[in-house]
């Protein structure tokens, strides 16, 4: 028993002073590095990959748009994996020269104990920091040659000499050694207590908080007077992001909501319709089939990849085009720091079907400067009814839908172009409150809640189908300046009948990252919101053109809190100049937790 206990005080000692060359050989000011997680890698593509962070299609994104990916394990002490070779002289390192001062020590580790690995292209790469993982496996080897030299009893199993340097070195890293100790110590107890209280092992919580307190400043359509008074609403969004394989992603979010729709319709409780045009809606306004402050599910679908360049989504609730395919709107267009209106988010015939979505859809990385996107989906309100009601015959294949196909072309690291084409169909909607044949769903909306009332339905409430085409761009001219827009070009078709019409829209966003303070945003947008150019039905035509100027500027308080002061006015409200211009003001505050 004495002898073997002699033989482990002998060798510890000599396998310990091993380490601390290894260490010291990283450089021993990244010592805190060893404490970090290895790299994240993935070939998963995601519409964000395309230089942008998209929104939803009504309200700010929690939807965590980055693959989770999976480690690379870099080679260490003794680690056997295809990406090491264990070398039996320390001449096959190649990078390793008799001038290096660790050179004795890496010879003796490499001939003596046998417990180095080096690279497959004949490196030791010492300079290159360890993580704590790759330090636990070369210990681990380490203790099962100790086990050996033990077991054989070996009579010269270490030598004075070997003890005498050893015993140098600790003195001399003794200062690190402590900071090192002291830090992995800390690191173990902050896991340990985050592994005691964690939410789940698979699922992430994330939230946000937004308060709105705004107002509207001119005549209403139709009205000589003002019919809005400065109010205060909110909209709170809990989402769970669960990765069962570590790139994939299944969202699941509720929300409560009260921000008014300024709209054409009458607020609930009053008489008079408030702006009287769809023009001056919020992006993140109620959805009208819940009441103020009910929280429903807002979102519902799951992400994964097949192979390395193509990635899937199906779900059952809102599942938008803004979900898998990029708007190039990346700044101007999020919801939690750029614009508030509902128009500027996005080319809205493109990327708002004017319903919440369930379905399937995929995008395809053919390189880095071609990316393929496309999905169906269709109304969710009644994807679940095989029965449909008295003008949509519900389930997948029955109801309104959108068939969209994308391709986006990169052809620099500072420009985006993307080509898009949306086939939508809306069968006559039904009135929701009428009984059983209740419509629970958007409905009917061409043009996705936004521009004139002719535009959202050019043929009244008939039966329409659409095919809308859309370009848009986003050039980075600068760290400082980002200069995008969209130009949407739809033809509507009145089915069962000849008619048809055409209706345009588009927009010029400019957007100032780090505007007077790093992480601050500054925004400009110029556009037409959607209009009907041309209609067989001639009492439907717009004869004037609509503006929507807005600006806005988002001041950063710190990683979780933001404030957003907004403008914007329509001139020529309804594509009507008769009409008064409506100004909408608006402060925003966003709380990330």
């Known amino acids: 028993m004495s002898k073997v206990l002699w033989n482990y005080l002998l060798v510890i000692p000599a396998l310990f002073g091993g380490f601390l060359v290894l260490s010291s050989a990283t450089n021993a000011a990244e010592v805190e590095k060893t404490a970090q997680p290895t790299q994240q890698v993935t070939s998963e593509i995601t519409p964000t990959s395309i230089t942008q962070k998209t929104s939803s299609e009504s309200s700010p994104t929690l939807v ?68 704590r993982y790759e330090f636990a496996a070369g210990l681990n080897a380490a203790l099962d040659r100790l086990n050996e030299l033990i077991a054989t009893s070996t009579g010269d199993l270490v030598r004075k000499e070997d003890l005498a340097t050893l015993q140098k070195l600790q003195e001399q890293f003794a200062a690190e050694l402590t900071t090192l100790r002291g830090r992995v110590d800390a690191l173990e107890t902050r896991n340990a ?16 908080a937004q308060f709105f307190v705004g107002d509207t400043f001119g005549h209403g359509v139709n009205s000589n007077r003002d019919n809005t008074n400065v109010f205060f609403s909110y909209r709170a969004t809990l989402a769970l992001q669960t990765s069962f394989t570590g790139k994939d992603q299944l969202t699941t979010s509720l929300t409560a909501v009260n921000v008014p729709a300024l709209s054409g319709a009458v607020f609930p409780g009053g008489t008079t319709p408030l702006t009287g045009t769809p023009q001056t809606r919020f992006n993140v306004e109620r959805n009208t089939f819940y009441t103020d402050g009910s929280v429903y599910l807002d979102r519902l679908f799951y992400r994964f990849p097949i192979g390395a360049k193509t990635t899937v989504w199906i779900g059952p609730r809102a599942l938008q085009p803004v979900t898998f395919a990029p708007t190039l709107n990346p700044l101007v267009g999020n919801a939690q720091t750029g614009t508030l209106s509902r128009f500027a988010l996005f080319n809205p015939v493109i990327y708002r079907p004017g319903f919440d979505g369930a379905g399937l859809a995929f995008a395809h990385k053919f390189n880095n400067q071609l990316q393929l996107n496309a999905g169906y989906i269709v109304d969710d309100g009644l994807a679940n009814n095989p029965g449909g009601n008295a003008t949509n015959k519900g389930g997948l294949f029955g109801n309104s839908y959108e068939a969209l196909g994308q391709l986006t072309f990169t052809p620099s690291r500072s420009l985006d172009i993307s080509f898009a084409y949306a086939r939508k169909y809306f069968p006559a909607p039904v009135p929701v409150g009428t009984g059983s044949t209740a419509a629970f769903g958007s409905g009917y909306n061409i043009t996705g809640g936004t521009g004139t009332s002719f535009a959202i339905l050019p043929f009244a409430a008939n039966p329409t189908s659409s095919d809308n085409f859309g370009l848009q761009v986003n050039w980075k001219a600068s760290s400082v300046v980002n200069i995008g827009g969209w130009f949407g070009y739809t033809l509507a078709h009145q089915e069962g009948t000849s008619n048809d019409a055409t209706i345009i829209n588009g927009a010029l966003t400019l957007a100032f990252p780090d505007l007077f303070k790093k992480a601050n945003l500054g925004g400009l947008v110029f556009g037409v919101p959607p209009k009907v150019t041309s209609n067989d039905v001639a009492a439907r035509v717009n004869r004037d053109t609509s503006f929507h100027l807005e600006g806005f500027y988002t001041y950063r308080v710190n990683d979780n809190i933001s404030i957003t002061p907004t403008l914007f006015v329509i001139l020529n409200p309804q594509g009507d100049s008769a009409n008064d211009p409506i100004w909408v003001g608006a402060i925003r505050s966003t709380f990330n937790f």
């Open 64 to 131: 965590n748009a980055e693959p989770l990916g999976s480690a690379v394990k870099l080679p260490v002490l003794g680690v056997r994996s295809d990406r090491t070779e264990q070398v039996t002289s320390v001449s096959q390192l190649s990078d390793v020269q008799p001038t290096d001062w660790a050179f004795q020590a890496l010879q003796s580790l490499v001939e003596r104990y046998g417990v180095i690995a080096g690279y497959p292209d004949g490196t030791f790469k010492g300079n290159r920091a360890l993580t």
């Open 193 to 208: 207590k985050l592994e005691a209280t964690q939410f789940s092992t698979t699922t992430k919580l994330q939230g946000i």
